[in-house]
């Protein structure tokens, strides 16, 4: 089991133009974050939009499941899809 946590953000653009985000915990997903463009009025919290809660959630069980660990922090653009 490695001491060292990774923590990753991908960030990348979607077709729209807009930007959207992938959490990462040692390559597993946990939170996905993106534009609502195709349904504004979806937009509430808790439903399609992270409120605080969740990040609240996230940092608590981090927190507790790695304690003592050292965390690297890593932030990268998403890979191009080759065409």
């Known amino acids: ?16 133009g807009y930007r959207r985000e992938t959490l ?9 974050a993106g534009p609502l463009t195709e349904c504004p ?13 969740d990040f609240a959630s996230l940092l608590e069980e981090f927190l507790i499941k790695h304690k003592g660990k050292k965390v690297r922090f890593i932030y990268e653009g998403e890979k191009e899809d080759a065409e």
Request: hydrophobic letters at 45%.
């Open 1 to 16: 089991m490695s001491e060292i946590v990774t923590v990753k953000v991908v960030i990348g653009v979607g077709w729209e």
């Open 24 to 32: 990462f915990i040692d390559d597993e997903e946990v939170m996905y």
């Open 41 to 53: 009025e979806d937009a509430i919290l808790e439903r399609d939009l992270v409120g605080p809660s």
